[in-house]
């Protein structure tokens, strides 16, 4: 296999993994922004979290609702846990790596709220740690998974929302995330301000 072949192979096996999401998760994004929507309007907030290339995802997400996506609006209310590194070093010294978001979560949430937790596993212990801190805080969840959706998928509850990318690779999974994180950018904004 020469080099361009190799390339089209990540092109293609990128568009199934894309056209698979698109079949199974578009209710599920849909109820995910509705869901978005009513906690913006009644002056909740967004909180958002996930580790390495889902950190960038949370922080990406946070930027979009902020400041703007593709359309002039007011900022909304979203704060990504990934940032404050005085807070994350902290934590993670005097208690545990494990619960960088949970005491985030707990400081920061209110009941009403939603978390935002991405993980492409499924498994990673301070997301699941900041779903429990969320359930806590009475937030209710959107969570953006892979694979089968790992420990993160048998603790949500029946107000949450399971967005479970269903692939097997970490980097297919990150494009599907970053596609929805897109949608529901997109589908805020159109219930927030109508047109096209």
Not at 11 to 33: D, G, R
Not at 41 to 66: I, P, R, T, W, Y
Not at 110 to 120: E, N
Not at 189 to 196: A, K, R, T, V
Request: a negative charge.
């Amino acid at each position: 296999m020469d080099l361009i072949q190799r390339m089209q192979g990540h092109f293609a096996e990128s568009m199934t993994a894309q056209q698979v999401a698109m079949e199974t998760l578009s209710p599920l994004v849909a109820t995910a922004a509705e869901r978005m929507v009513q906690t913006l309007v009644a002056d909740g907030k967004l909180l958002l979290c996930g580790n390495g290339g889902s950190a960038a995802d949370a922080q990406h997400f946070a930027a979009e609702m902020v400041g703007r996506f593709e359309r002039e609006r007011p900022g909304l209310a979203a704060i990504s846990l990934t940032t404050d590194t005085s807070a994350l070093t902290a934590i993670s010294n005097d208690y545990d790596y494990d619960l960088i978001f949970s005491k985030q979560v707990h400081a920061l949430g209110r009941a009403g709220d939603i978390l935002v937790a991405i993980s492409t596993s499924g498994n990673s212990a301070n997301v699941v740690a900041a779903i429990h801190a969320a359930h806590d805080r009475g937030m209710s969840v959107i969570a953006l998974t892979g694979k089968e959706g790992g420990l993160i998928g048998d603790i949500l509850s029946g107000d949450d929302v399971h967005l479970c990318v269903p692939v097997k690779r970490t980097c297919r999974i990150q494009e599907v995330h970053i596609t929805i994180i897109h949608a529901l950018c997109d589908a805020v904004d159109y219930m927030l301000l109508g047109g096209e």
